[in-house]
């Protein structure tokens, strides 16, 4: 049935294959979560990893790396935040699978041959901006912690280190996902890659501003560390998609 025109396919139908595919997706979400269940204790050390260095690095600072639960629910929290999180992050490569499996139908044969490559690079570039995001973690922090004043004690609750750390990794890697986006847009021909080198400092300018908003610490290392990158990728997206429709009749 998935190699079926889309035409030939009734409604009843899509909607059996729609809670087919939702419910694998929520499987390998679930499987996630048990295995970061599991593994709580070695990736919760491995998100205070850049904090626990910069208080050996900074004695200045008055702390020494230790998270600190102020209510009797904080453990659970933050253990059920990482295990969530986690379990998504863990499930996206087959979250994707699915979704391109249950549009399979109505793309034709010259589109189907880019949904691997799609796949592949929307992986990649989310792991690559959720390690970006890791490796200037204790940047970030130095910077905030510089700001809150030389007599100011730190003393992290885990539910809200947890809830920094991850939410600036989901960022960073839903960041890096733009190139995609526009690469997409340029093959459906929605727009012209003449048409965003042209208008290459108004992306720019949007990048930053997007950067900014999504980034949950507020920091300008954060911000410049998104937004660096996402600018330059911006430019490799349009020659990418200038590659790939350039033969195409006008």
Known sequence: MANAPDSAMPVMEHLREL???????LLAVAAGMLLLLAFYDP????????????CAQRPDFG??????????????????????????VGAFPVILWQVWRFIVPALEKREKRYAVPFIL??????????????????????FLISWAGHDVNQAFQVTRYVQLVVLMMLAFGIGFLS????????????VRPRTLL?????????????????????????????AVPMSVMYGLAVLIGWLLVRKRPA
Do not use: H
């Open 63 to 88: 702390c020494d790396g230790s998270l600190y639960a102020l209510g009797p629910l904080d453990g659970f929290a933050a253990r059920l935040r990482i295990s969530t999180y986690g379990g998504f």
């Open 19 to 25: 809670r087919s595919r939702l419910i694998r997706c």
């Open 43 to 54: 990736v919760k050390n491995f998100l205070t990893e850049p904090y626990v260095r910069l």
């Open 121 to 142: 690079s929307t992986v990649v570039l989310f792991a690559a901006g959720g390690a970006l995001a890791y490796w200037t973690l204790d940047k970030a922090l130095e």
């Open 179 to 190: 190139p995609v986006l526009i690469v997409f847009l340029q093959l459906v021909g929605a």
């Open 198 to 226: 042209k208008k290459w400092r108004f992306a720019v300018m949007g990048i930053f501003v997007v950067a900014a908003v999504i980034t949950p610490s507020g920091d300008p290392i954060s911000l410049l560390a998104l």
